[in-house]
């Protein structure tokens, strides 16, 4: 890879070099998503790690944009990103003082919308969690701890648990915004309340299996993972104070290890490889690696650094290293850091607070001013290969993950849904790894 763009006056020398524009007017799709796709059907995707399994995808972009092929106005306020399966596209947004779950379909139209609850008029007002899909059901929880069920078809609710009231749930500064986590049968979150610290539903019918009540900490806008070691199926999230995981068959406490945020601000979900654990927050407190021993039953901090100090806009693993948007009040950008070690390789602290996501080997970031970029990064440095500004954005309104699904790229900004084709006319059909 030509690396163009490297440390200090560079970037911004490369910076200025890139046209910004706005994207073309809005158009119908071109393609529909095959009715029986699971394509993306959860916050981070598949597997919850930020990776796109897409192929055969645009290397570089025009001047002004990629082509859009569709916009949707009536999202309502948030920040929440979609997921996407049998044909059907969910997000949630505020419309006055209720919140909803929606489903729109593969040409922006709206399928279906449904209220969850009371919206959120606190800091930074506006819906927070991406809706989980699940074998013909859409699940969701609304920033006051409304949790529910919806039929993915209709959009009639099949149940809702009262999270306040079930497990003594409490309101935290910017609101419940956990992405909701299922495997299997089961249904898991962190309502973080005293009768239920971490809990497991049936996804069927919103009992509740099983409620940590051994944690003694609130909810910090994590989202959880979930995996095997040492024979141990094990969900790991992050509380306002710790790193936590917990027996995913029982709910029993199998470790916890110190990880206070500013304001328990702890927001990026975890990431998994080999018998560690990485995790990172904002505003100084950074990252550490925790490596599980053979049981699975106990931990050891393997290194801690300040460098990749991410928010909330996710951090994807790479081959051995990591790579994620540091804190700009301390002078941090886009940073690559080695995954065993820590060690920080670049920080291309010109770049500002970024949302990302990856798909067929190049970067995709969305920074809080509404520019979209297509990235190269390797450990070597990052390259700004293309770059156009959002339609209608506004700072601090494009907070939600892009995604990229069948050869679109989807893009929130506040009450706004955008749809942009990104497949390469030269590689189709498209292919999934």
């Known amino acids: 890879m030509a690396i163009v763009r490297r440390f200090g006056s560079a970037i911004k020398r490369a910076a200025v070099a890139v046209v910004w524009s706005v994207a073309a007017s809005a158009c119908l799709a071109a393609t529909t998503a095959p009715a029986t796709s699971v394509a993306w059907p959860q916050f981070h995707g598949p597997q919850r790690d930020n990776v796109s399994g897409e192929k055969g995808l645009l ?37 006055g003082a209720d919140q ?28 927070r969690a991406t809706p989980t899909w699940a074998a013909g059901a859409v699940y969701h929880v609304g920033p006051h701890g409304r949790l529910a069920a919806f039929d993915a078809g209709t959009g009639r609710e099949l149940w809702f648990v009262d999270l306040k009231k079930t497990f003594e749930s409490r309101a935290i500064t910017w609101a419940l915004a956990e992405n909701l986590l299922v495997d299997g049968d089961v249904l898991y979150c962190a309502p973080g ?26 909810a910090a806008y994590c989202s959880p993972i979930l995996f095997t070691h040492g024979g141990v199926r094990q969900l790991v999230t992050v509380m306002q104070k710790s ?12 470790w916890r290890h110190a990880h206070a945020a500013l304001a328990g601000q702890n927001v990026t979900m975890p990431v998994w490889r080999d018998g560690c654990v990485l995790v990172s927050s904002g ?3 950074g990252s550490r690696l925790l490596k599980l021993d053979a049981d699975g039953r106990s931990i050891k901090q393997v290194w801690a650094g300040e460098d990749l100090d991410n ?11 990591v790579y994620g948007s540091g804190c ?15 060690k920080t390789l670049w920080n291309e602290a010109a770049i500002s607070k970024l949302s990302l996501t990856w ?6 970031a969305l920074d809080a001013d509404g520019k979209m970029m297509l990235m190269e990064v390797d450990p070597r440095g990052c390259r700004i290969v293309s770059q156009f500004r959002i339609p209608e954005s506004k700072k601090y309104s494009v907070f939600a993950h892009p995604v990229v699904c069948d050869g679109r790229l989807y893009v929130r900004s506040g009450t706004r849904l955008f749809a942009f084709d990104v497949r390469d006319p030269g590689h189709l059909p498209l292919r999934r790894s």
């Open 59 to 95: 290397k570089q972009w025009p001047a002004d944009g990629p082509k859009l092929l569709w916009k949707s106005a009536e999202c309502g306020g948030g920040y929440s990103s979609v997921s996407i399966a049998d044909g059907r596209i969910f997000t949630s947004g505020d419309f």
């Open 100 to 127: 909803y779950v929606l489903a729109l379909s593969a040409d922006g139209a709206i399928a279906w919308k449904t209220p969850n609850g009371a919206s959120w008029k606190g800091a930074y007002p506006g819906a």
């Open 193 to 218: 309340g005293a009768k239920g610290r971490i809990v497991a539903l049936d996804k069927a019918t919103g009992n509740t299996l099983w409620a940590n009540t051994e944690i003694a900490e609130s």
């Open 243 to 254: 790193v936590v995981s917990v027996e995913a068959r029982t709910g029993k406490l199998l």
């Open 283 to 285: 505003h100084a407190t």
């Open 311 to 321: 928010c909330h806009g996710g951090i994807v693993l790479l081959g051995d290293h």
């Open 328 to 342: 700009r009040l301390h002078k941090r950008g886009l940073v690559c850091v080695e995954f065993a070690t820590g």
């Open 359 to 364: 798909a067929d080997g190049m970067l995709y």
